[in-house]
């Protein structure tokens, strides 16, 4: 078997003509693919990283005795979230050395994501900060039953634990995150005014109008990674971030885009990827702007990611 996961079917039958077909694994992990790069990519928040977790999952896939495996579905979550933990506990450990804030690494999403508002909600930059604040298996627990739905017997065999456990983690993590997400959902029309006004402040210069959709407390963060410019802490208020957006200069372009299932702006600068700005809702205001500049996090805003569940 290949050590490259596969990304579409092999040949088939067509044209009156029998082509070599599929094999059983490839054709489930083909499948299931999409699903199982959701998954890590909400358990690890970094695009490069699931794919990583998707070649190693791949490669002890292609072990396995099929005839063994009742829920070829549930089996494939199951090793996608124990290789997705073990990542994730190293890169809790290589984030306490990055330069500046953390952001999740952003992807280019259909429109009709948003259609599945929970879905949408569960990969929104917003709603992957809150998850970070999350241990590893208080993560992996809440995004497979929250947002995946899985029987509490399937997530225990996923994360090492009894149901018992799991059951006490899903009921911790979930207040954990009732407490800080966004307090009301909010409709795609709703951010794309908020990033309407932002973009017409920045191309008219005129940042009365944007404060009059930021939040007083409102929390700015840019990530560059020591890459590009940005602030290295978080820039508080309505009037400090104003005066921050206030610089950015007249040859940055910003266009409409869709990413991680909402509406969201790229910035671009003699035609190439420079910034990803999405933002946070509450009643109404814009409470969380996020930008991200790290060029090593750009590299999924020219084709769409398929998102499922």
Do not use: C
């Not at 966004?182 to 794309?192: G, I, K, L």
Request: proline letters at 6%.
């Amino acid at each position: 078997m290949s050590e490259r996961p596969p990304d579409a079917p092999g040949p088939y039958a067509r044209g009156g003509r029998t082509q070599p077909a599929v094999d059983p694994a490839t054709e489930a992990f083909v499948a299931h693919r999409n699903l199982l790069f959701t998954v890590a990519y909400e358990m690890l928040g970094s695009a490069a990283d699931a794919e990583d977790v998707l070649q190693e999952t791949w490669l002890l896939w292609a072990g396995v005795d099929l005839d063994a495996v009742r829920d070829q579905r549930a089996y494939l979550v199951r090793i996608t979230t124990r290789q997705a933990l073990k990542r994730l506990r190293t890169l809790g450990r290589r984030r306490e050395s990055y330069v500046g804030p953390w952001l999740p690494e952003p992807l280019l999403t259909a429109p009709d994501v948003a259609e599945d508002v929970e879905l949408a909600e569960s990969v929104s930059m917003a709603m992957l900060l809150v998850l970070e604040t999350l241990s590893p298996t208080e993560r992996a627990v809440f995004v497979l039953r929250e947002v995946f739905d899985l029987d509490y017997d399937e997530i225990a065999e996923g994360v090492g634990k009894n149901q018992a456990a799991v059951r006490q983690i899903a009921h911790r993590a979930r207040s954990h995150v009732a407490a800080r997400r966004p307090r009301d959902a909010v409709s795609p029309d709703q951010t794309r005014d908020a990033l309407h006004a932002f973009r017409q402040a920045v191309e008219t210069g005129d940042l009365q109008h944007l404060l009059d959709v930021l939040a007083p407390d409102i929390v700015f963060l840019a990530d560059g990674g020591g890459l590009k410019q940005a602030a290295l802490t978080p820039i508080v208020g309505a009037d400090h971030v104003a005066h921050v957006l206030s610089r950015i200069t007249p040859t940055v372009s910003l266009e409409p885009a869709h990413v991680n299932g909402h509406p969201a702006l790229i910035a671009r600068v003699d035609g190439h990827v420079d910034t990803v700005i999405t933002v946070r809702i509450d009643d109404g205001l814009v409470t969380g702007l996020y930008a991200v500049r790290n060029p090593e996090k750009l590299s999924r805003m020219e084709r769409e990611t398929t998102v499922t569940r």
